[in-house]
């Protein structure tokens, strides 16, 4: 069965970092391109970031381009997302989610999901 496991999330001042990560299993990693997403109660899942199967190709939100940086690890079978200059507006639940196709930044259009790390940027 196909495991997408977040972990990395916590609590952090505005203009900290984290870095979260994203463990699979059970599908053949380097053959699905992967994202980030988070999620707010009450809001619509919103895109962060995506990278390509070989990890050649990434894409960013324009809301944290130039402060996130996504990359992978497919001898880990392993995503990762670094947070850097958080602001308080971050905070949200981070999800990952794999997909066989590259392009495309709605939710809807992904096969797998980890079941989200909360991440809180205080003021």
């Known amino acids: 069965q196909v495991q997408l496991v977040e972990s990395g999330g916590g609590l952090v001042q505005a203009g900290g970092s984290l870095r979260l990560s994203c463990a699979a299993s059970g599908l053949p990693f380097s053959m699905y391109a992967m994202g980030w997403f988070r999620q707010t109660a009450g809001k619509e899942r919103e895109f962060v970031s995506r990278i390509s199967r070989s990890g050649g190709s990434t894409y960013y939100a324009d809301s944290v381009k130039g402060r996130f940086t996504i990359s992978r690890d497919n001898a880990k079978n392993t995503v990762y997302l670094q947070l850097n200059s958080l602001k308080p507006e971050d905070t949200a639940v981070y999800y990952c989610?794999?997909?066989?196709?590259?392009?495309?930044?709605?939710?809807?259009?992904?096969?797998?999901w980890g079941q989200g790390t909360q991440v809180t940027v205080s003021s």
């Open positions: 989610a794999a997909k066989p196709t590259y392009y495309g930044t709605s939710w809807r259009e992904y096969n797998y």
